[in-house]
């Protein structure tokens, strides 16, 4: 079975117990659960990067919102951009106002929309406007 390392994201043999290419040690990792996630924002599966995004909405991690401020400018994949841009919303830091109100000016509409409403649910003072989140993989609604 193959696996990416939670390093450098190379594509591994699941049963290896140390990075054929990194060297790192895939037994122990002194990284918090919060690092990890922040980490995983690089995952080289864009359906992996939008799970992560929502993960971190999820979870509160303010840490992470350059790195997902980065993202919603410019990852490849649009709905990348899409889960980075919601978790900005759930996280309601103030630092990701203007490249929201940014984006929500650009020419594409799906983004723009999206970068609009978080851009509102930043500048709600008691965060009703946030809108619902839910795992983009989940089947059951």
């Known amino acids: ?8 994201w190379t594509e591994i043999d699941a049963a290896l117990n140390v990075c054929s290419s ?3 040690d895939l037994n122990s990792d002194p990284r918090t659960y919060e690092q990890k996630l922040v980490a995983a924002l690089e995952h080289p599966l ?3 990067r939008v799970r992560i995004c929502w993960l971190i909405g ?3 991690i303010q840490p992470a919102v350059p790195d ?3 993202i919603a400018e410019c990852d ?3 709905f990348v951009r899409r889960a980075a841009l919601e978790a900005m919303a759930v996280l309601r830091d103030p630092r990701a106002a203007p490249l929201l109100e940014a984006i929500s000016r650009s020419d594409n509409r799906f983004l723009a ?3 609009r409403r978080s851009l509102d649910a930043i500048s709600s003072p008691t965060g009703k406007d946030l809108p619902e989140t839910k795992d983009p993989f989940c089947t059951t609604r």
């Open 58 to 60: 999820e979870n509160k």
């Open 113 to 115: 929309a999206v970068a």
């Open 68 to 70: 997902l401020m980065q």
């Open 76 to 78: 490849p994949d649009l």
């Open 1 to 8: 079975m193959m696996a990416f390392c939670t390093h450098c």
């Open 46 to 48: 864009p359906e992996a």
């Open 22 to 24: 990194c060297g790192e």
